[in-house]
């Protein structure tokens, strides 16, 4: 890789993983892509860890959701973060993993508060249809959070997406002029291209 697309490689390493933590980050949200059937279906998730040497990132879902069912029949995705302030899209493409009751899971269910993890006790299937306005959570727990003890049944809901990465579509916009290149991941082997903005 020359100088130029290193310093490129190592912004991407840099901006993906402070944004982890960090949910001001235009990059601490992103749009994930699923096509299962004919029509493609996209939704706003939270970047909850990223690995530039691993080429993976993940998010958080609940296990009874179509996009994991999506994934489970074809589990290609396409992933667009922009940042408006830096003017940087970064577009991922691979191929994902749903880890769920495994010793990874078990680690980081430990580690979510009893009030996020309100949101895998759901009585309904997320996106199932129902009767009338209701947030998916249950009633007892809507104005107080629950004991640790009482969310433990949403470990069985609880799913990480492991996005494994073989490409990075790199975009720069700059009144002076584009910048834009793809970053495609053989095994361990990196090859860089520019590309028409
Ligand atoms: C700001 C924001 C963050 C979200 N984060 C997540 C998330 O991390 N995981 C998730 O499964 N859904 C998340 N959602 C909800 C999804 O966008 C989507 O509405 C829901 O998961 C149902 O998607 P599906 O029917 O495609 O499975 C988020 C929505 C918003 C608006």
Redesign the pocket.
């Known amino acids: 890789m020359n100088k130029k697309f290193t310093k490129i490689y190592n912004s991407i390493d840099e901006n993906m993983t402070s944004a982890v933590p960090d949910y001001k980050d235009p990059f601490h ?1 992103f749009y994930i892509a ?1 096509s299962s059937e004919k029509t493609p ?8 860890s990223f690995s530039m040497n691993k080429n993976f990132f993940e ?4 296990i009874r ?6 994934l489970n029949i074809n589990s290609n995705f396409s992933a667009l973060f922009y940042n408006p302030d830096k003017k940087i899209q970064l577009r991922f493409s691979g191929t994902t993993k749903i880890l769920h009751k495994d010793a990874s899971t078990k680690k980081r269910w430990a580690g979510i508060s009893n009030s996020s993890r309100r ?1 895998y006790l759901g009585p309904f299937n ?2 199932s249809t129902i009767e009338d306005d209701h947030p998916n959570i249950p009633d007892e727990f809507r104005f107080g959070d629950p004991m640790i003890e009482e969310t433990e049944q949403g470990f069985e809901n609880f799913v990480i ?1 492991q996005c494994q990465f073989t490409s990075i579509d790199y975009l720069s916009l700059k009144y002076s002029g584009h910048s834009r290149c793809r970053f495609d991941f053989i095994g361990k082997n990196v090859s860089v291209c520019w590309l028409a903005p």
């Open positions: 949200l699923t279906n996209i939704r706003t998730v939270v970047l909850r998010f958080h879902s609940d959701s179509p996009k994991i069912e999506q949101c997320p996106s997406v």
